[in-house]
């Protein structure tokens, strides 16, 4: 049968996986995927049907007729045409026309659907590849048409779920595709649920000869989706091993050669240099990039300069990037510096330079799925009501295809050939029909060009960074002291939580507290255990002793995906292949459930049964968060470089992370704050003394005039100096001048804000005299400032209301001691991570500093509302929260 | 004097009670002379002021004091007028007595000239009353077949910003029942319960031929907009109400039920979806010569009545042809 997946975008219901289950229940021996206008789930169909053992056939359905592909050519002629009808059409649509077809009509089968058709398909693919296409679903008028077309030979017509039951949700999916509701679609749904995959003979039994064409013809199918023989085009013009010798010291001799004969071995050889030259230009342009991910773990890569960290002085794991027997080429993750308004190159160079140097670039496609909210919220516009199973049902199902944030295919190949591309929004950009995973399975290679905000930052304070040693004392001392705001990595108010406790001293502890703070230890329940070992208040223990040797640098607790791999060799006998797949299986959707499926494995492997179950379960909690240990190296000294910017520029770091925003937890106001506290004198914008972005000189910060609302480009620099608002008019337009004026900016000029507004008001021609205005207060002079640029260097809020708040019985920050206390703060940052348990986790600032408040999820809190008023009780560094209501703010 | 009206119970009575009257947005105007007014409303000796006063009688003279402590946002101006003020400085009309007539009038062109004068009192722009709406009616015949049409849709749309007094179907007996009210009520909601439950308790002696809706002239002022503004789902509700009494043309078709079992039935249609229902024939099982077509029908899963149908295109002895459907074992006609 011809099957419609969801990845025909709300046309179909079901997954490859499930079509091809059912398909195997039935005892089915072949089956084709013909989703709408692409390719997007052949490949996840493909290998659900090689591990199902039936027949796969690719094909699609392209306006009123469904193409299948008989073979290798007639994959590569789907690949061009729908290539070519996406290309021709607005993007999500696709023009199809009978030339289109002609032209790439090689090895492919028609199906049509209407009688009027059968003339012109035969003539394009000849009379023997041309079928009638029955789609007998029980409604009214099918039969008649049926019968019609059988004056050519015909086959069984296409499904669009797996399972009669899946008719709800394609109900409500043709819904969501037409924006109607369910009352409102009798037109557009369809009228029973009979287009669910089933026996032929029980639909097509009274058609004469169809069931044994249909079967016929898959038969006749045959398209092989390995592509690996094409993943990399030669690179020419450097030598590997040259490159690499040349960088090497003696110690790493040994270990070099065991590497290259392994990238040999693996025919990886062009994929390190064509990484090796996007990296070089990058650095020839003066783009700050660094090699993040398992790629860290690679003495080549450090040697070519991909990667910052010497595997071997760090003891990294090769065999988490590449082993031996591997079928599957991992990719490289690149960071490279944005560089927003800054008019410096940036990661978009890097992409240009891309697709000019190699001749076959496509971008790697995101499915955007449908998450519990937008399930949520289209079923009940939909149904009027929240049903639970549709909801259920919804999640994962795929709405649109988009661009994955980096990822990059170059092949050997015209992709198109390999997978059809659509192009993207950007002019000249063009995306393939598969995400990651997809590319991978058919063993394609992909590099992820990624933009990382805080590259940009340590390029933009201008250190030389190469001569860090990374052990500055009073740089950890900071960062153990949880004075973090800014810093890579370590800012948040969790990681604020454990800094204090952990207290890293070196770049591998501050590695592993990087790791540690997040999901995946956190729901594998590591990170208490870590923090109480390191603070000397429980011994180390192991799940098992023989595992020892791969914990004992984290302190016992499962941290690092590395040490996943170790522990499956060291506790069940794992082979390095086996290792990698468990590993693999962490980072791929669904994890949980492919995890499952090795267990057995795994406790079949391990002398000890029950601590192999133990440890599995341990793995489980890991799964699909984890850092690899080269990662969370890659980010240490990233957060390491930007502490000591911290520590010994705080001026220019602050400057720099207001001039790369958005980026990190905190609102620039904070940031100012912060700086503050560090010292650093912030001086407002200024018409004749600011630039567009903040510029810093020894402690003093000058705001840049793009944190004013509306002052996008950085036209107010052309023209300074300004004499006066007169001069500002004839080069800018009202609106901005209004802005720069609420904002301060031009109060140098010797007249006040509101004669300034006055004047603008009044128009071109300058007044003779303005008259007596209402004095603007300091506070009206802070809250215009706010409104401006979402801070203020009048004050702080709260500073003019302290007396006030004080005699109210309220504590500061600064006031704060152990025991029941009463606080109001503006709200800086939220959150309620789902490890947490219903505990909501909120920062408040007042003008003297932060306040960690804890929400248990028994206290009935409304945090609407910039300003918080919070009553509870105090424990050294948090507020464990008793009562929370907004707090309306009135001008003192 | 003027007087303003803010929220009006019953608008109609303006016209009968003074002879100028001028309806805006938010209320009326009306010319007060000597007499204390019937009801509470703001009396001021401008517009502007009387808009502003609530309930209260402000005397000459005592404006500017009045209007003084309001906030600029009372004034009738553009929106980036009050913007701009704001951004001045200024919160209060006495805030603005301290500009010159020059200097608003400079910066806000005739706007300025206008705030000149609001901000103490000031307002001579004279009434410009208003006539009461003409009378607006419609009807519909209801014909054989028609059953699953939304009967009231059509009237409702042409009706559609005004509140439903009256109503009547007429039957072809010559017979009429009047469903509504003589005269308007004073409260929308309570008009709109007493027409449900009417329409809740009807019983007819036969189909009705002929629904005529007729609505109140005088009353479909502004108060009325809003009304059916805010309850407009209500009024589809009893709508949606009326059509299930429709399709008791199609019980009452049959004729071996005793009247009582009729009723019973008609009570359950009543009770359940109101969506609208075609109320099938059950038929005894055709003898079937040959099937020319089958299908499937399988709709509205999502109610409490969810629709499994087997229809059959078929010829029958006699050579007829036929479309049945067969429903929980039991025949039907199609066509019904």
């Given amino acids: 049968m011809l099957c419609h997946s969801y990845y025909s975008f709300l046309e179909g219901a079901a997954s490859p996986e499930e079509l091809v289950a059912r398909a195997k229940s039935l005892g089915f021996s072949s089956l084709a995927i013909t989703d709408r206008n692409g390719l997007y789930g052949a490949s996840s169909f493909y290998q659900a049907c090689v591990n199902a053992g039936i027949h796969p056939v690719i094909g699609a359905h392209l306006g009123d007729v469904t193409l299948l592909c008989e073979n290798g050519q007639g994959y590569q002629s789907l690949g061009a045409l729908i290539t070519e009808a996406q290309r021709r059409a607005p993007k999500g649509e696709v023009a199809i026309t009978w030339d289109l077809f002609e032209k790439y009509s090689g090895g492919l089968f028609c199906l049509i659907e209407r009688v009027e058709d059968i003339e012109r398909a035969q003539a394009i693919y000849g009379h023997d590849r041309v079928y009638g296409m029955l789609n007998f679903h029980l409604e009214e008028g099918d039969e008649r048409r049926c019968h019609k077309l059988m004056q050519i030979p015909c086959v069984a017509g296409r499904v669009y779920y797996a399972e009669k039951e899946q008719a709800k949700l394609f109900d409500v999916l043709t819904c969501i595709r037409h924006g109607v509701t369910i009352e409102n679609s009798a037109a557009l749904r369809a009228g029973n649920a009979e287009r669910y995959l089933r026996p032929l003979e029980e639909l097509y039994g009274q058609f004469r000869g169809v069931i044994e064409q249909s079967e016929e013809l898959l038969q006749r199918c045959n398209v092989q989706l390995d592509f690996r023989r094409f993943r990399t085009p030669k690179f020419h013009g450097a030598n590997l091993r040259k490159l690499c010798e040349a960088q090497a010291k003696p110690h790493h001799k040994e270990a070099l050669e065991t590497e290259l004969t392994l990238i040999e071995k693996l025919d990886m050889t062009d994929y390190f240099l064509i990484v090796w030259d996007i990296v070089a230009f990058a650095k020839k342009r003066g783009i700050p990039c660094q090699g993040r991910g398992s790629a860290a773990n690679s003495l080549v890569a450090y040697l070519l300069g991909i990667t910052p960290i010497d595997p071997l002085e760090h003891e990294l794991f090769l065999g988490r990037f590449i082993h031996e027997g591997m079928t599957n080429v991992p990719d490289i993750d690149l960071d490279f510096a944005a560089s927003r308004d800054s008019g410096m190159p940036d990661r978009e160079d890097v992409i240009r330079y891309i697709y000019e140097k190699y001749d076959h670039v496509a971008m790697v496609a995101t499915f955007i799925t449908f998450k519990k909210k937008m399930a949520r919220r289209e079923v009940l516009k939909v149904m009027g009501e929240e049903r639970e199973d549709l909801i259920e049902g919804l999640i994962g199902i795929p709405r649109h295809l988009s661009i994955h944030v980096g990822g990059m295919l170059i092949a050997a190949r015209p992709i198109h050939e390999l997978v059809p591309l659509e192009p993207a929004r950007m002019e000249g950009r063009v995306v393939c029909q598969w995400d990651k995973d997809m590319v991978d399975d058919a063993g394609l290679i992909k590099l992820d060009i990624l933009s990382l905000g805080m590259l940009a930052v340590l390029r933009d304070v201008g250190v030389d960074y190469n001569n860090l040693t990374f052990d500055d004392p009073s740089v950890y001392e900071m960062i153990s002291n949880a004075d973090t705001i800014g810093i890579f990595q370590v800012e948040s108010r969790a990681q604020m939580q454990s800094l204090p406790r952990t207290r890293p001293q070196n770049l591998k502890e501050l590695a592993v507290q990087v790791a540690i703070i997040r999901p995946g230890p956190l729901q594998g329940n590591m990170v208490q255990p870590y923090i109480k070992r390191k603070q000397g208040l429980e011994p180390v223990s192991y799940p098992h002793p023989s595992l020892e040797p791969v914990l004992k640098e984290t302190l016992g607790v499962i941290l690092f995906q590395e040490q996943v791999l170790k522990v499956a060799v060291a506790m069940s006998g794992f082979s390095e292949q086996q290792a990698a797949n468990l590993r693999r299986s962490m980072s791929r959707k669904r994890s949980k459930e492919a995890m499952e499926a090795l267990r057995a494995d795994f406790v079949a492997g391990a002398e000890d049964k029950v601590a192999a179950d133990h440890t599995f379960d341990l793995l489980l909690g890991f799964a699909s968060y984890g850092f690899c240990k080269s990662h969370a190296l890659s980010f240490a000294i990233i957060a390491y470089q930007s502490a000591y910017l911290k520590r010994y520029y705080p001026a220019h770091f602050t400057a720099a992370i207001l001039n790369n925003q958005p980026m990190g937890f905190y609102p620039n106001e904070t940031l100012l704050e912060d700086a503050k506290r560090h010292g650093v004198e912030i001086l407002p914008p200024d018409i004749n003394k600011s630039r567009f972005r903040s510029t810093a000189t020894g402690k003093q910060l000058r705001l840049g005039l793009n944190l004013i609302k509306g002052i996008a480009e950085p036209l107010v620099e052309e023209h300074q100096p300004y004499q006066s608002l007169f001069q500002l008019m004839n080069h800018l337009p009202r609106d901005t001048i209004e802005a720069l004026i609420e904002a301060g900016a031009l109060e140098s000029l010797g007249i006040s804000r509101r004669g300034h507004l006055w004047q603008l008001f009044a128009g071109d021609q300058p007044l003779a005299s303005t008259p007596q205005l209402p004095s603007q207060s300091q506070w009206e002079k802070m809250l215009s400032e706010f409104r401006m640029m979402s801070l203020s260097t009048t004050g702080h809020p709260l500073a003019f209301l302290r007396a006030d708040l004080t005699h109210q019985g309220y504590d500061s920050s600064k006031t704060l001691r152990d025991g029941l206390c009463r606080v109001v703060g503006l709200q800086v940052c939220r959150q309620r991570p789902p490890t947490a348990k219903g505990f909501i986790f909120i920062t408040l600032e007042d003008e003297f500093g932060l306040i960690n408040v804890i929400i248990p999820p028994n206290v009935p809190a409304d945090t609407d509302g910039p300003f918080l008023s919070v009553t509870g009780t105090y424990e050294g560094i948090n507020l464990r929260a008793k009562r929370v209501q907004p707090c309306e703010i009135s001008p003192p | ?336």
């Fill in chain 2, 1 to 336: 004097m003027i007087g303003f009206v803010r929220i009006m119970d019953n608008p109609h009575l303006l016209f009968s009670l003074f002879d100028e009257v001028e309806v805006c947005d938010d209320g009326a105007f009306v010319r007060i002379g000597k007499d204390i007014p019937p009801f509470p409303m703001g009396v001021a000796s401008s517009p502007f002021v009387a808009r502003l006063a609530g309930d209260k009688r402000i005397e000459r003279g005592e404006e500017a004091h009045f209007v003084g402590p309001l906030p600029l946002d009372v004034l009738p101006v553009e929106a980036e007028t009050i913007r701009r003020l704001k951004l001045l400085g200024f919160r209060l009309l006495a805030d603005l007595r301290t500009l010159s007539y020059d200097d608003l009038a400079l910066q806000f062109g005739e706007e300025g000239e206008m705030i000149y004068l609001r901000c103490r009192g000031i307002d001579e722009t004279p009434l410009s009353p208003t006539r009461p709406p003409h009378s607006l009616e419609g009807s519909l015949d209801l014909e054989e077949g028609d059953i699953e049409r939304d009967l009231m849709g059509p009237l409702f749309s042409q009706l559609d910003q005004r509140l439903v007094l009256r109503m009547h179907f007429s039957f072809s007996s010559g017979q009429t029942l009047q469903v509504g009210f003589s005269k308007p009520t004073s409260s929308p909601q309570k008009a709109l319960r007493l027409f449900k439950e009417r329409l809740a308790t009807l019983s007819f002696d036969e189909a009705p031929a002929t629904l005529h809706v007729a609505l109140d002239t005088v009353a479909a002022t502004f108060h009325q907009l809003s009304f059916l503004g805010q309850e407009r789902r209500r009024v589809i509700e009893a709508c949606a109400h009326l059509r299930p009494n429709a399709l008791m043309q199609c019980v009452w078709d049959e004729p071996r039920a005793r009247l009582r079992e009729r009723r019973a039935h008609l009570e359950s249609l009543l009770a359940d979806s109101r969506r609208p229902l075609c109320v099938p024939r059950p038929i005894n099982k055709p003898h079937i010569t040959k099937v020319i077509e089958r299908w499937r029908v399988e709709e509205d899963w999502w109610t409490a009545r969810p629709i499994h149908r087997d229809y059959l295109h078929v010829r029958i002895r006699g050579g007829a042809d036929k479309r049945v459907f067969v429903e929980n074992r039991q025949w039907f006609d199609a066509l019904s």
